[in-house]
């Protein structure tokens, strides 16, 4: 986190100035920051027993304990590395800088960077418990997971709008993944049918708003915090599933993903062999624009042949002409259902193959 990045730097500071080392340690355990090299680290049975102790500061072999307290709350142990009285002394100055540091700098206070982490890094089940009761975050209840994909990085308006939006709503949580990516946690006790219209709204007012485009996919329901990091997950995933295969969709839902998530998890292997046995070697040139906008235009209006005609502006005789040809370089006649959805299914595997994924 930022915090983190703070405190390296104030600890790199001290150790340019007064040539000793020094460690950051959370209460649980984690190294925030540090100038030790890997191997030199205190034991973190020394740090634990430091925890549990009633003192303020320690000598434990050659390093020197502090532990770093605000607002009556311990945050940090604060360990410095040399013999000397000197020592001491300089560890208690670097001690009274990093709780003004995290007195000024509020984000370890901050509710929405605590999901933020809780999102991207694997947080302890303790970590989690004390910060949640820190934080008097509700820990039982049923949250969903929007994420919010914004056409360019670091919209600051798109980010404001949804604050605007659901900010001042208690429960609800609002932070960023990374720099196109905005996440809303919200509770939903009792409004589950109503994921859909929360997703359309984020669409329709940042458009308005903040003048720009977004795709918005929400995941299925958390019933604890914990739970939250797997919405997330599933709201990822739609995202990506959605741009494969319905680049024509603003919003995604993991839970409505229908044959795209199928197909999204299937080994790569298995979509080679398929595409192959259903659209060959030399079918590519084929399925040129025009053809594949008639095949997905034909589908969409449900094999019905009148009305793809008339939406695509042609003769239905032209139309017969471009699903004949198409039946004798596949094999497939798309007016038959089955058909139909074996050519579907390879168009689909098909772009599964050309995109990334992560």
């Known amino acids: 986190m930022m915090?983190?990045?703070k405190i390296q730097a104030m600890i790199e500071e001290v150790r340019s100035i007064a040539r000793v080392d020094v460690c950051v340690f959370?209460?649980?355990g984690r190294v925030a920051a540090s100038t030790f090299l890997p191997e030199e680290l205190p034991d973190r049975a020394l740090v634990e027993s430091f925890v549990l102790s009633p003192a303020e500061s320690q000598r434990v072999r050659d390093g020197h304990f502090f532990k770093v307290t605000v607002k009556g709350q311990m945050e940090y142990v604060l360990v410095v590395r040399g013999g000397g009285q000197d020592v001491d002394v300089i560890g208690r100055l670097a001690a009274s800088q990093l709780n003004g540091l995290?007195?000024?700098?509020?984000e370890r206070y901050d509710r929405n960077a605590f999901i933020q982490r809780l999102l991207i890094d694997k947080l302890s089940p303790s970590y989690i418990h004390n910060w949640v009761r820190k934080l008097h975050i509700r820990q039982e209840a049923r949250r969903v997971v929007f994420l919010i994909e914004t056409k360019y990085e670091q919209d600051s308006a798109a980010l404001e709008?949804?604050?605007?939006?659901?900010g001042h709503v208690s429960g609800d949580f609002i932070t960023t993944l990374d720099d196109r990516t905005i996440v809303l946690v919200k509770e939903t006790n009792g409004m589950g049918e109503k994921l859909e219209q929360?997703?359309?709204t984020l669409v329709d007012m940042i458009n308005a708003e903040a003048m720009t485009q977004v795709r918005v996919s929400y995941g299925t329901a958390a019933e604890d915090l914990k739970e939250v990091v797997?919405?997330?997950e599933e709201a990822k995933i739609a995202l990506e599933v959605g741009r494969i295969f319905y680049g024509e969709r603003v919003v995604m839902a993991y839970g409505r993903l229908g044959i795209g998530r199928l197909i999204y998890h299937l080994p790569r292997k298995l979509c080679e062999q398929f595409v192959r046995e259903v659209l060959g070697e030399g079918t590519k040139e084929l399925l040129d624009e025009e053809t594949l906008g008639t095949i997905h235009k034909f589908f969409e209006n449900g094999l019905n042949m009148s009305e793809t005609a008339r939406q695509l502006h042609v003769h239905r005789n032209?139309?017969?002409?471009?699903l004949e040809k198409l039946q004798k370089a596949t094999g497939l006649d798309i007016r038959v259902f089955e058909d139909a959805v074996t050519l579907k299914i390879a168009l689909m595997a098909s772009a599964a193959l050309f995109e990334p994924r992560p």
């Open 3 to 5: 915090l983190d990045q």
């Open 26 to 28: 959370e209460p649980e």
């Open 102 to 106: 995290i007195s000024a700098y509020e």
């Open 161 to 166: 709008t949804v604050r605007n939006l659901f």
């Open 198 to 200: 929360i997703a359309r």
């Open 230 to 232: 797997k919405s997330c």
């Open 318 to 322: 032209t139309l017969v002409y471009r």
